[in-house]
């Protein structure tokens, strides 16, 4: 019967552990059903996506690019033709983002 409760012990930490991992190397790829990829659009009022600009800690590292934003975190910033606008807040935003030049997502 001891066996018994270590045995399942031990497999309920791996399962929390594996599982753990697995949500992380996922990352943030939707938000508000919107896929964080495209054209974006800087709005002052009612935009789909309030965001916050961090250092330490961001759901989601943007690179800003100018043609083919395909990827998660591939950000091209238009004024016409936008996937979605985002507005810039100080606090309670949707999206906390951190810019970068290098592996975006």
């Known amino acids: 019967m001891r ?3 270590s045995a399942t012990c031990l497999l309920m930490m791996c399962l929390f552990v594996f599982g753990s991992v697995t949500t992380v190397e996922a990352g943030v790829t939707h938000c508000k059903g ?3 990829c495209g054209k974006v ?3 002052e009022s009612f935009a789909d996506l309030k965001v ?3 250092n330490n800690f961001p759901d989601l590292k943007v690179k ?3 043609h083919f934003p395909n990827d998660i975190g591939e950000w091209q910033f238009v ?3 936008e996937d979605f606008t985002i507005q810039y807040v100080d606090r309670f935003p ?3 983002i951190k810019f970068v030049e290098h592996f975006p997502g």
């Open 3 to 5: 066996f018994f409760r």
């Open 64 to 66: 800003r690019v100018k």
């Open 94 to 96: 949707d999206l906390k």
């Open 41 to 43: 659009k800087v709005v």
């Open 34 to 36: 919107i896929k964080l």
């Open 79 to 81: 004024t016409h033709g």
């Open 52 to 54: 916050q600009v961090v």
